[in-house]
């Protein structure tokens, strides 16, 4: 077969079915990103950024092995539940998130690539699809292994104890829990950090904004906390901190929802999120003298 | 002008980048073979380049791609390859890699994503070096490999910005060998260049661009002859400035002799170069004058412009 015929014929597939078209398209961008985000020495302080809990936790269980009080269990979920609801929801899976997605475009912009995305037959929402789930697959997967092994490592120094505290007790309830607020906490930070990359040329200083926002969003009325990620998070988490004063800002539930709207409520903000972003992109050109 | 399926149309395009002036109402239509876009660096070259493929959108106006526009993508960019200037690649690449993968996302099939990809390799001389990484690539190879990108997928529309920067000359000949062999299959390339030498040979039409306007454009013949009968400037470093200043007037095809500020030497204005050059000749060897060089002062393209658009700058 010619090459003319082997574009006639690509072009007549590509026509007849544009959703398959889509679909490969989105496939190979993912595909390309998470390769280019997920393996990249680049990447080493995020990866420091979601391990330190671990290789905290590690350390703690080596020093104290000779000193393990099975009655411990409960305190020490709720350090876990700490950990995970203040270092990870506030801290590492924001500046992570923060990191990974605006570097899907502003990144490309600072390494004048993204004039190659541009030039190819790819509609850009589906480029932004496309990167949107290459950063959110980089993320999950960096920080549901990472509070996986803060789990395990919590749990397995109390042996017997640990095991029945997770298989027969709450333990894998938590850890479900956890995993899926993770995910929900990547897609919303991802969706919001990929449309402030794209309307600001450092997005640094609105990150920090956000992350402003998220701290105080409890202290203003239910409607506009609907507008912060963390209000939907609070609401799965599967262990209460008992946080009292000023901190507790970070921890209370002011009007509980039920997981289903919470779950709900943060994929329908996150998807309009992106939408603005499918937006934006249409607006954006390539200038790289003016980064 | 209309979308008409066959040209590229500019419509009236103007680009302001803030309140700096990229083109200014620019309007021509293109049909198949060669263009050269002319025009020295920040004529506005790369920015109507950038605005055809639609990296950039136009302030005002409108431009048509056999009747596309960069908001049909799926359709435009299978028409349409871009050569760019930009120097960059994605981190890590391979040669092969950085042609295959925007094929696969053409759509084509595994195999048939490779079978263009050699293709392409071949055509632009690249193929021993395609599973190297580009980033250990010489300048003339990055070139080469972007040209390929360009090409892989058969555009009816090939847009290269500078193509042959960098390229040593035999690189040069077969890359200027593709391009005429591409034109002949019927389809629109369109070459910008800061050099008219460079590529007035193989343009079948010419577009001089200078400050944002185009200030000429036609075939190249025209352009060609506008330029012939432009009058040459020879700047003569000598010895007895005067002298040669009374003896160059002496001759009908001599414009103007103008003695330097330092008054070591003249410049010579003619519409016969190689009668100054025997005259020259004829002085040095009677002794008169001791000359210490002797240079075309106007070879470069700038001087071109000068002639069409003016000092100032301005359209034409």
């Given at each position: 077969m010619s090459a003319q015929d082997l574009v006639?014929?690509?072009?007549?597939?590509?026509?007849?079915?544009?959703?398959?078209?889509?679909?490969?398209?989105?496939?190979?961008?993912v595909r390309n990103e998470v390769r280019r985000n997920l393996f990249t020495r680049r990447r080493i302080w995020i990866y420091l950024l979601a391990f330190i809990p671990a290789l905290i936790i590690l350390t703690h269980d080596i020093f104290d092995r000779y000193n393990i009080d099975p009655a411990q269990i409960e305190q020490d979920t709720l350090v876990l539940a700490g950990i995970v609801q203040l270092y990870y929801f506030r801290l590492g899976i924001f500046f992570a998130c923060m990191a990974i997605f605006t570097w899907l475009f502003r990144g490309e912009m600072v390494e004048r690539t993204l004039?190659?995305?541009?030039?190819?037959?790819?509609?850009?929402?589906?480029?932004?699809?496309?990167?949107?789930?290459?950063?959110?697959?980089?993320?999950?997967?960096?920080?549901?292994?990472?509070?996986?092994?803060c789990f395990c490592l919590t749990y397995s120094r109390f042996g017997t104890a640990g095991k029945s505290y997770v298989f027969d007790g709450p333990g894998l309830g938590q850890v479900g829990s956890y995993l899926l607020v993770t995910a929900l906490a990547c897609v919303g930070y991802g969706a919001v950090f990929l449309a402030l990359s794209l309307l600001f040329k450092n997005p640094i200083i609105p990150g920090v904004v956000?992350?402003?926002?998220e701290a105080i969003a409890p202290i203003f009325p239910s409607w506009a906390q609907m507008l912060s990620v963390t209000f939907y998070l609070k609401h799965l988490c599967p262990v209460s901190l008992p946080i009292t004063g000023p901190l507790a800002i970070f921890t209370i539930v002011a009007e509980p929802v039920s997981p289903f709207i919470a779950i709900?409520?943060?994929?329908?903000?996150?998807i309009a999120i992106l939408a603005l972003s499918c937006f934006l992109i249409h607006r954006m050109e390539i200038t790289y003298t003016a980064e | 002008m209309t979308r008409d399926a066959r040209q590229i149309v500019f419509e009236n395009v103007s680009k302001f980048y803030g309140e700096v002036l990229g083109v200014n109402k620019v309007s021509f239509s293109l049909g198949p073979g060669i263009t050269s876009l002319v025009g020295p660096n920040g004529s506005g070259k790369t920015t109507l380049m950038n605005l055809l493929t639609g990296l950039i959108r136009p302030s005002q106006g409108a431009i048509y791609v056999l009747g596309l526009t960069p908001h049909q993508p799926i359709e435009f960019f299978r028409q349409v390859g871009y050569c760019t200037q930009f120097d960059s690649f994605p981190p890590g690449t391979k040669g092969y890699d950085f042609i295959y993968w925007p094929l696969r996302l053409h759509g084509f099939g595994r195999d048939q994503a490779a079978k263009l990809t050699n293709e392409a390799l071949e055509r632009a001389g690249m193929a021993q070096v395609a599973r190297r990484k580009v980033a250990g690539y010489s300048k003339g190879m990055r070139q080469r490999i972007r040209l390929a990108q360009a090409i892989a997928h058969h555009p009816s529309v090939l847009v290269l910005d500078e193509p042959l920067n960098g390229l040593d000359p035999m690189a040069r000949a077969e890359s200027i060998a593709l391009f005429?062999?591409?034109?002949?299959?019927?389809?629109?390339?369109?070459?910008?260049?800061?050099?008219?030498?460079?590529?007035?040979?193989?343009s079948d039409r010419v577009v001089l661009m200078s400050s944002g306007y185009v200030v000429a454009e036609g075939q190249i013949r025209e352009v060609r002859r506008e330029v012939r009968d432009h009058p040459m400037q020879i700047l003569v470093r000598c010895s007895n400035a005067a002298r040669l200043a009374a003896a160059a007037f002496e001759l009908d095809h001599v414009v103007e002799a103008k003695i330097l500020n330092d008054g070591h030497g003249v410049l010579v204005r003619t519409r016969d170069a190689e009668q100054f050059y025997l005259l020259l000749n004829k002085i040095v060897s009677g002794g008169l004058v001791e000359v210490d060089a002797v240079a075309p002062a106007d070879d470069d393209v700038n001087s071109i412009y000068q002639y069409l658009i003016g000092s100032d700058g301005g359209p034409a």
């Open positions: 006639a014929r690509a072009q007549k597939w590509s026509k007849e079915q544009p959703w398959r078209l889509f679909g490969s398209q989105i496939s190979i961008l004039h190659y995305q541009f030039l190819v037959p790819v509609r850009r929402e589906v480029l932004v699809v496309g990167k949107f789930l290459a950063g959110a697959i980089v993320a999950i997967a960096l920080f549901e292994t990472a509070i996986l092994a956000i992350m402003g926002w709900a409520g943060l994929v329908c903000l996150s | 005429e062999a591409i034109a002949k299959q019927g389809m629109h390339v369109i070459i910008s260049s800061h050099i008219l030498e460079e590529v007035d040979r193989i």
